[in-house]
Each structure stands twice: as structure tokens, then as C-alpha cells.
């Protein structure tokens, strides 16, 4: 035996899901979490009702016969019981696959197949949906959660009555190692066929941790979370898994995602915590200022509420809108594959008593990365760009909660480097405090006689502008210039395009000439993805003749 030999005295103990949902039941019992059923109504749990019912879910799946490793789908909204799942499924040893509910009934059938679905979990209220994909599928038990009170009659189980069966005083919570799958999301798959991306223990509980921390989430158990993003896509951000370890309120807003509805919502929990894309706040800011006139006393906004708002670029004059109301805008940038916190723009110390066009400024950016995750950007020639704020390239990222493959998927090399890091698809910047700043999607830059166009820098402009609430600029084939930007715009209530005027705007903010839209195209709505953001693909189709 060599004498300097040495290991650790740690436990060998491995990271576990298991862990926060005993806490929840253990220290939390009387935080509350509110989810707003179909009719509108607010059913009230505590974290005690939800610890009880979790482990009667996992016993209940294993008594059906659920499998280590088994797939279990959720096409469910925002609620409890999806909650329940997030543990429940894990606890039993399954892996929960969150089936995105705005997809086509064709799309959700090919991905609950290409994942292996065995169980299904369902809202009464999908039903149809289901019935319109089920035959193309191979359920072996249908789950569906009794919201509206009415039968469904079918060989399906009921959500509420199987629970209520299950006794779970020899509940044992199936053993696993931390690098056990818990759950799974498919990409949305605008280019190409959807992918899985896996998530294990560790690298939920590490990426539960990091989004915890003071800079990010800053998750108390008085906070009162108000979780806009959907719980079936990239984990709702990791929030549902960062309440149950704090023990923080839950609000959510079940299928009622309605600018109206979110801010009755917020009247009857008012939140300290909220999260959603920039489509979201902008519906809810418009509607909400619009009702000052008529109503001023219909609706309040939480005054000093944080927000992550991400998913999208966050538009400068969002942020502004929501500060005159005194609720700050934090922006993150993820994706499904990277759990999905990545960067944060928050007010680091060398800012702190920077100007407000600063603040807002950096807080328009995507943001600084997150501990434990590993960033670059890779210019053309696959070189690592300086930050200074000018080059900018593809952003790679690697860490312990970024996925390293697809489910069952070759490792191309698109996706991923030769040494192992995520290629994302994003261009980006990054300055010499760490800032990234997303120029656009590689697919959404707008090429225009060689020299490129950022579309997002064109429609956070135009959003600053008085008379436009919305924006998306794609970029359409033009024989001379290859390709040339196109806005396209949702005006003010009672505003009029003065494409004069907007030019002359953009020019102010430092566009050339030749930089700005050919085009203004003035539409009622811009269309959405099925995470709720701009869907310039559909744009691209309407617009491209
Ligand atoms: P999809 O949008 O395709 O459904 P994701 O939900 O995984 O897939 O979205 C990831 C993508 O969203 C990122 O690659 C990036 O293009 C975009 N995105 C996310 N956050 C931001 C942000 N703060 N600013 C700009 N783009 C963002």
C-alpha cells in the first residue's frame, strides 16, 4: 500500500430526484400549490397532498406494471398532477416523456412512438386530441386526470380513482444510479425530424441547483412561482423541480394561457416569480395598458415580481414596458437540449451602478453562462472568437446537463464537435464581461449581397418604436442581393404604418441603409411555434412567392 495513495471520505450517495420530494414532504408540508382547472376554478393542495399523491403514483405505475426505464407519456397543461408526474414517474423508475400538446395529432404520434411510449398520462380536456392520434400508437394503459367531472366511459383508468386504490405503506422508491434517465422532451424539429433529448437524476438535481442560485431564479420558499412556460416543453425550464426542492408556492395556470386569464391569475395568486417566452408579456403588457384606460382598476401587476423571460430574444422595449411597472425582466437562453438554463442576463457587480440605458441594455442580451456550463463561439474557420463584444460565430456549449446525443440518434457531426461540445445553431457575440449577445439562428440571418443582417437586432428596433407591438423579420430570396430582410408588424390599436417614419426610426438606431426592410407586411398576429414564439418558418411561407 502506497502511503500518499488517497481517496474520498464522501459518500458514496447519488444525486436523486427522490431527495427533493422527501424534503417537499418533510419540511414543506403546508406551502401551497394552486392549479386553475378548465372551468376556471382554483383547486388548492399543499406540498403534503402532493408528497402523498406522488408516491401513490409511483406505487400505482409499478402495480400496473411499469418497468425501470419504462416510457411514460404526459400530454397534460400546467398543473398538480403533472407536477406528480415530474416525481412520481422517476420515483417509480420510468422515465416521463412530455409530449408537446401543440403539435399535430400526426407529429405527437410519431414522437410518442419513436420514444417507445408504454403508459400514457391524459387531461380529460385532451381527449379529443388523443382520440384523433391513439390508433397510430401503442398505449398499453391510458391515464386521464378527471378535471370536468365528466365520465369518459372508455377502457382508460382513471387518474384520481387509481390514486385513491393505492396504498403506499410499503412504497419503496426504486433504486437507480444518478445517471438513470428521469425524463425526456423531443426538439420541435423545424429543421429536420424531432430528437429526444434525455435528462438523467444528476443532471436535473445539478441543473436544479445551479438555476436556483441567487443570480437566477434566487428560489425562496415565500416566493410564490408562476409558471407560464409549459410543463411539456424543456422541463418548463427546470422550475417545477427548483419549487418542489424550496418548497416555494406554485401557481399554475392550467390551460387558461390568455393574456386576460393570465392576469386574473395574478390577481388571485399574485406572483414574485413568473416565466414565459416574450409573446407571452407582450399579449399581457398590451392588454394590460389597454385596460388602464378603460378599466384602471381591473388588474395589477405584481409590483417587484421577477421575470425570466427566454426562449426567444427578449425585445428592449419589452423590458422598459414592464420596468415602468416596476417588475424586472431577467432574459435566459437555453435550449431543450441544454436543460435549458444556460446564460442569464442579470446585473453582475461591475454593473451595478451602471446607467439605466445600460441595464437595459445588458439586460436585452442573452446573458452571462451559468455554473457548470462550459461556452464558446466558433467562428467560420471553427476558431474560438475573442469576447470583445465584436466577433461573433456559432455558440457551443458543454456541461453536466447539456446533452452529448439524441435518443437513438448517430452522433452527426452538425450537432455535435469532434471534442464532444453542442453546436446550437445560434450566432453570438460575447463581450469582455462574459455577455453573450445572440445575433440571430444560423437559419434566420438575413444574407444580403454578402454581408449579413441580424433579424433580431432589425425587430428589437422596431419593437422600441411607438406605434408597433409586434415584430418578425425574415429574410425572402431577391435575385440581386440573394437575399433582403421583410418586417413583418402588429400595430397599436389605432396606429398606422408609416414606412417613412420606421426607416427613418431604424436609421436613428444606427441601421444603414441598405440594412433596412424592403418590406412591411402588417398582419393581425404574428404566428406562433408550439412554444409559443414567432414562427418564421410559417412567415417565410406566407411571404416568399
Ligand atoms: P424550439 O424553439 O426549436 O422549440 P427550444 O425550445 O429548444 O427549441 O429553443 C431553443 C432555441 O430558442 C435556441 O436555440 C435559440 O435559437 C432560441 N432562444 C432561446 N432563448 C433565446 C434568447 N434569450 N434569445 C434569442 N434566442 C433564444
Same mark, same amino acid.
Not at 73 to 80: D, E, P
Not at 354 to 383: C, F, Q, T, W
Not at 434 to 460: A, H, M, P, Q, Y
Given at each position: 500500500?502506497?502511503?500518499?495513495?488517497?481517496?474520498?471520505?464522501?459518500?458514496?450517495?447519488?444525486?436523486?430526484?427522490?431527495?427533493?420530494?422527501?424534503?417537499?414532504?418533510?419540511?414543506?408540508?403546508?406551502?401551497?400549490?394552486?392549479?386553475?382547472?378548465?372551468?376556471?376554478?382554483?383547486?388548492?393542495?399543499?406540498?403534503?397532498?402532493?408528497?402523498?399523491?406522488?408516491?401513490? /403514483?409511483? &406505487?400505482?405505475?409499478? !402495480?400496473?406494471?411499469?418497468? $425501470?426505464?419504462?416510457? +411514460?407519456?404526459?400530454?397534460?397543461?400546467? %398543473?398538480?398532477?403533472?407536477?406528480?408526474?415530474?416525481?412520481?414517474?422517476?420515483?417509480?423508475?420510468?422515465?416521463?416523456?412530455?409530449?408537446?400538446?401543440?403539435?399535430?395529432?400526426?407529429?405527437?404520434?410519431?414522437?410518442?412512438?419513436?420514444?417507445?411510449?408504454?403508459?400514457?398520462?391524459?387531461?380529460?380536456?385532451?381527449?379529443?386530441? /388523443?382520440? &384523433?392520434?391513439?390508433? !397510430?400508437?401503442?398505449?398499453? $394503459?391510458?391515464?386521464? +386526470?378527471?378535471?370536468?367531472?365528466?365520465? %369518459?366511459?372508455?377502457?382508460?383508468?382513471?387518474?384520481?380513482?387509481?390514486?385513491?386504490?393505492?396504498?403506499?405503506?410499503?412504497?419503496?422508491?426504486?433504486?437507480?444510479?444518478?445517471?438513470?434517465?428521469?425524463?425526456?422532451?423531443?426538439?420541435?424539429?423545424?429543421?429536420?425530424?424531432?430528437?429526444?433529448?434525455?435528462?438523467?437524476?444528476?443532471?436535473?438535481?445539478?441543473?436544479?441547483?445551479?438555476?436556483?442560485?441567487?443570480?437566477?431564479?434566487?428560489?425562496?420558499?415565500?416566493?410564490?412561482?408562476?409558471?407560464?412556460?409549459?410543463?411539456?416543453?424543456?422541463?418548463?425550464?427546470?422550475?417545477?423541480?427548483?419549487?418542489?426542492?424550496?418548497?416555494?408556492?406554485?401557481?399554475?395556470?392550467?390551460?387558461?394561457?390568455?393574456?386576460?386569464?393570465?392576469?386574473?391569475?395574478?390577481?388571485?395568486?399574485?406572483?414574485?416569480?413568473?416565466?414565459?417566452?416574450?409573446?407571452?408579456?407582450?399579449?399581457?403588457?398590451?392588454?394590460?395598458?389597454?385596460?388602464?384606460?378603460?378599466?384602471?382598476?381591473?388588474?395589477?401587476?405584481?409590483?417587484?415580481?421577477?421575470?425570466?423571460?427566454?426562449?426567444?430574444?427578449?425585445?428592449?422595449?419589452?423590458?422598459?414596458?414592464?420596468?415602468?411597472?416596476?417588475?424586472?425582466?431577467?432574459?435566459?437562453?437555453?435550449?431543450?437540449?441544454?436543460?435549458?438554463?444556460?446564460?442569464?442576463?442579470?446585473?453582475?457587480?461591475?454593473?451595478?451602478?451602471?446607467?439605466?440605458?445600460?441595464?437595459?441594455?445588458?439586460?436585452?442580451?442573452?446573458?452571462?453562462?451559468?455554473?457548470?456550463?462550459?461556452?464558446?463561439?466558433?467562428?467560420?474557420?471553427?476558431?474560438?472568437?475573442?469576447?470583445?463584444?465584436?466577433?461573433?460565430?456559432?455558440?457551443?456549449?458543454?456541461?453536466?446537463?447539456?446533452?452529448?446525443?439524441?435518443?437513438?440518434?448517430?452522433?452527426?457531426?452538425?450537432?455535435?464537435?469532434?471534442?464532444?461540445?453542442?453546436?446550437?445553431?445560434?450566432?453570438?457575440?460575447?463581450?469582455?464581461?462574459?455577455?453573450?449577445?445572440?445575433?440571430?439562428?444560423?437559419?434566420?440571418?438575413?444574407?444580403?449581397?454578402?454581408?449579413?443582417?441580424?433579424?433580431?437586432?432589425?425587430?428589437?428596433?422596431?419593437?422600441?418604436?411607438?406605434?408597433?407591438?409586434?415584430?418578425?423579420?425574415?429574410?425572402?430570396?431577391?435575385?440581386?442581393?440573394?437575399?433582403?430582410?421583410?418586417?413583418?408588424?402588429?400595430?397599436?390599436?389605432?396606429?398606422?404604418?408609416?414606412?417613412?417614419?420606421?426607416?427613418?426610426?431604424?436609421?436613428?438606431?444606427?441601421?444603414?441603409?441598405?440594412?433596412?426592410?424592403?418590406?412591411?407586411?402588417?398582419?393581425?398576429?404574428?404566428?406562433?411555434?408550439?412554444?409559443?414564439?414567432?414562427?418564421?418558418?410559417?412567415?417565410?411561407?406566407?411571404?416568399?412567392?
Amino acid at each position: 500500500m502506497n502511503d500518499s495513495s488517497i481517496v474520498s471520505t464522501m459518500m458514496p450517495v447519488h444525486l436523486s430526484l427522490n431527495h427533493f420530494l422527501e424534503r417537499a414532504g418533510l419540511l414543506f408540508a403546508t406551502n401551497e400549490v394552486i392549479s386553475r382547472r378548465p372551468d376556471k376554478s382554483y383547486l388548492h393542495h399543499t406540498y403534503a397532498d402532493i408528497y402523498t399523491r406522488t408516491r401513490q /403514483l409511483a &406505487q400505482a405505475l409499478l !402495480q400496473l406494471g411499469l418497468k $425501470k426505464g419504462d416510457r +411514460v407519456a404526459t400530454l397534460c397543461w400546467n %398543473h398538480h398532477v403533472h407536477l406528480e408526474c415530474y416525481f412520481g414517474i422517476p420515483a417509480a423508475g420510468g422515465v416521463m416523456h412530455t409530449l408537446n400538446l401543440r403539435l399535430s395529432a400526426d407529429e405527437i404520434a410519431w414522437i410518442a412512438n419513436d420514444a417507445k411510449d408504454r403508459f400514457l398520462i391524459v387531461d380529460d380536456v385532451l381527449l379529443p386530441l /388523443l382520440n &384523433q392520434f391513439k390508433d !397510430q400508437c401503442h398505449f398499453e $394503459k391510458i391515464i386521464v +386526470v378527471p378535471f370536468t367531472g365528466q365520465t %369518459h366511459g372508455g377502457p382508460e383508468l382513471d387518474y384520481e380513482t387509481l390514486l385513491s386504490q393505492t396504498d403506499t405503506t410499503n412504497f419503496q422508491y426504486v433504486e437507480h444510479h444518478e445517471d438513470d434517465p428521469v425524463s425526456m422532451c423531443y426538439t420541435s424539429g423545424t429543421t429536420g425530424k424531432p430528437k429526444g433529448v434525455v435528462y438523467s437524476h444528476r443532471s436535473t438535481v445539478l441543473h436544479t441547483l445551479v438555476g436556483c442560485l441567487g443570480d437566477f431564479w434566487s428560489l425562496k420558499s415565500t416566493d410564490v412561482v408562476f409558471p407560464v412556460t409549459p410543463m411539456f416543453h424543456a422541463n418548463s425550464w427546470g422550475i417545477p423541480y427548483g419549487a418542489m426542492m424550496m418548497g416555494a408556492k406554485l401557481v399554475f395556470p392550467g390551460p387558461h394561457l390568455h393574456p386576460e386569464d393570465l392576469l386574473d391569475c395574478m390577481q388571485y395568486a399574485p406572483p414574485t416569480l413568473a416565466l414565459g417566452v416574450p409573446t407571452i408579456w407582450m399579449g399581457l403588457i398590451q392588454t394590460y395598458e389597454n385596460a388602464l384606460q378603460t378599466q384602471p382598476n381591473r388588474w395589477h401587476l405584481p409590483k417587484g415580481m421577477r421575470s425570466l423571460v427566454g426562449g426567444a430574444a427578449v425585445p428592449q422595449a419589452l423590458i422598459k414596458a414592464f420596468d415602468t411597472h416596476g417588475i424586472w425582466i431577467m432574459q435566459g437562453w437555453g435550449m431543450t437540449e441544454t436543460s435549458p438554463l444556460c446564460t442569464v442576463s442579470y446585473t453582475k457587480a461591475e454593473f451595478a451602478d451602471a446607467s439605466d440605458d445600460e441595464k437595459y441594455r445588458r439586460a436585452a442580451m442573452a446573458g452571462v453562462p451559468v455554473p457548470l456550463v462550459d461556452l464558446r463561439i466558433r467562428d467560420d474557420n471553427g476558431l474560438n472568437a475573442a469576447w470583445d463584444g465584436q466577433q461573433v460565430g456559432e455558440i457551443q456549449v458543454s456541461g453536466p446537463f447539456i446533452t452529448g446525443s439524441y435518443h437513438q440518434v448517430p452522433v452527426q457531426a452538425d450537432k455535435f464537435t469532434d471534442d464532444g461540445w453542442l453546436r446550437t445553431g445560434d450566432v453570438a457575440s460575447v463581450d469582455a464581461a462574459g455577455f453573450v449577445r445572440i445575433t440571430d439562428r444560423t437559419k434566420d440571418l438575413i444574407k444580403s449581397g454578402g454581408e449579413w443582417i441580424s433579424s433580431v437586432d432589425l425587430e428589437n428596433a422596431l419593437m422600441a418604436h411607438s406605434t408597433i407591438a409586434e415584430a418578425a423579420v425574415i429574410a425572402i430570396p431577391d435575385i440581386k442581393w440573394s437575399e433582403r430582410p421583410l418586417a413583418c408588424l402588429v400595430l397599436k390599436p389605432g396606429a398606422t404604418l408609416d414606412a417613412q417614419e420606421l426607416g427613418n426610426h431604424l436609421q436613428q438606431m444606427g441601421f444603414a441603409k441598405w440594412q433596412l426592410p424592403d418590406r412591411y407586411e402588417l398582419l393581425d398576429q404574428i404566428p406562433r411555434t408550439s412554444t409559443g414564439k414567432f414562427y418564421k418558418l410559417r412567415l417565410r411561407e406566407m411571404f416568399t412567392h
